[in-house]
């Protein structure tokens, strides 16, 4: 099974050329991590807490205020307090807590911070297998490859309470794993969760939420351009093969009280493989969806965190191939 999805012009487009701030980093001596660091969490700008699998290991925890190493923490496995290699680690800043979300179990891990021991795991009822986890102010909410709606709101016990939202472009005429791959992409929310946002990898849809009651509301989204993709089904696997002239968008996000961040690519797909994720730019909102600041880098940002206060990120970088730590000041 093939489907086509080509660029179409869409009104509602951003641009991210109105505020451009640069940003200048500068590397972290970091002597504990190893091979390619894929998530990083700042802890009350006080500890980097980075999923860097090693010697059995999950995560690895960095003191910044004393330049040191922390240690190894969680141990991957099947036995009692071990868990599986998460591909999604999460932090939702409501209870001070990281978690580890694997696609395969289904199960969210809860860790206390700094130990890191295993709190609690929650099951998800229902959920399908590939998924983009958030956590909003009484629910859970979810973007996968649904039968019906684009997200799924589900309650603290894991159980499915809702789905909601459209698919953008000719999503809703896909079938359910087809719109999913098409218009996967990263989901983040304030830490109150009373907002929420949706990104693409593949095209420039970018929709903001706003949490009621009984019900989401769609207050702003922007959209220029389709994405220039193929759904491919073979006997052993699905999925997206992404074109070379595709526009990559939204990577990776973060949600601070006040702002918004979007990690955004804006190359065509073959000026970024074999490295396909990641970019050089960090743009900012307001809740409401409205465009604050572009923040661009002259290095690949692959993942990143900001404090608590929005004067710091900490991002993993690709530096020349090398996966490496930097800290940038900024100024919204």
């Not at 979810?142 to 939202?165: H, M, P, S």
């Not at 939420?209 to 193929?230: C, F, G, I, P, W």
């Not at 073979?234 to 002239?245: E, F, L, P, W, Y």
């Amino acid at each position: 099974m093939f489907y086509s999805c080509n660029n179409t012009a869409k009104k509602n487009a951003l641009d991210i050329t109105q505020n451009v701030m640069q940003i200048n980093g500068n590397l972290l001596s970091l002597d504990c991590l190893v091979g390619r660091p894929m998530d990083i969490n700042s802890v009350c700008d006080t500890l980097l807490i980075f999923r860097d699998r090693y010697d059995g290991k999950l995560f690895t925890v960095f003191d910044i205020k004393n330049n040191m190493c922390v240690g190894r923490f969680v141990t991957e496995g099947n036995g009692p307090n071990e868990v599986l290699l998460s591909t999604r680690v999460l932090r939702f800043p409501q209870k001070e807590r990281l978690h580890a979300f694997n696609e395969e179990t289904r199960y969210l891990y809860s860790f206390d911070i700094p130990t890191l021991n295993i709190m609690d795991k929650i099951l998800f009822q229902d959920l399908p297998s590939m998924v983009y986890l958030g956590e909003l102010k009484d629910y859970y909410v979810a973007v996968g490859c649904w039968q019906e709606g684009r997200f799924g709101i589900y309650d603290r016990e894991g159980n499915l309470f809702r789905t909601e939202g459209k698919y953008p472009f000719s999503g809703e005429k896909m079938n359910p794993m087809e719109r999913f791959f098409t218009y996967q992409g990263p989901i983040s929310a304030t830490p109150n969760g009373n907002y929420f946002v949706i990104g693409c990898h593949y095209s420039d849809n970018l929709e903001f939420y706003e949490v009621k009651e009984n019900e989401t509301v769609l207050l702003k989204k922007y959209e220029s351009y389709d994405a220039k993709t193929q759904f491919q089904v073979t006997a052993n696997s699905q999925g997206i093969h992404v074109k070379d002239d595709c526009i990559m968008s939204y990577n990776w996000s973060h949600g601070s009280n006040e702002y918004c961040y979007m990690l955004y690519s804006g190359k065509k797909y073959s000026e970024t493989k074999p490295s396909s994720g990641g970019g050089n730019k960090i743009v900012v909102f307001d809740w409401k969806g409205n465009y604050i600041k572009t923040l661009e880098s002259a290095i690949r940002i692959l993942t990143f965190c900001v404090d608590e206060n929005d004067s710091q990120i900490y991002a993993v970088v690709n530096d020349n191939g090398e996966f490496k730590i930097m800290h940038f000041n900024i100024k919204i």
